[in-house]
């Protein structure tokens, strides 16, 4: 199972910090990612990890967007800076095992001023 939290009311240029918590190990080989979902969207790959290619960056732009993980703590993060009104969403994490996958149940971004 994931737990995801962080996510929260922020203004425009504000940076947030989302974090999602594995209930068991991630291995070498699995890939935790991001997604996000804006209102009346469909859910999009943000950014994800692995240790085998490092992180990797899809609908999101590098400069503002670092995906990161602490295998130590089974947890992925996603700090997002420079929060603009594009970035409201609700946003997941994914766990890619060699025969599961999860997903996480999701926290809400909410920029607004």
């Known amino acids: 199972q994931l737990q995801a939290s962080g996510g929260g009311l922020v203004q425009p240029g504000g940076s947030l910090r989302l974090s999602c918590t594995a209930s068991?190990?991630?291995?070498?080989?699995?890939?935790m990612a991001w997604y996000r979902q804006r209102p009346g969207k469909q859910r999009v790959l943000v950014a994800a990890?692995?240790?085998?290619?490092?992180?990797t960056y899809f609908d999101s732009p590098a400069s503002r967007f670092t995906i990161s993980k602490d295998s130590a703590k089974n947890t992925v993060y996603l700090q997002i800076d420079d929060l603009n009104f594009e970035d409201t969403a609700v946003y997941y994490c994914h766990l890619a095992q060699k025969t599961n996958t999860y997903w996480g149940q999701g926290t809400l971004v909410t920029v607004s001023s």
């Open positions: 990890i692995a240790d085998k290619n490092g992180p």
């Open positions: 068991g190990p991630i291995f070498a080989n699995d890939v």
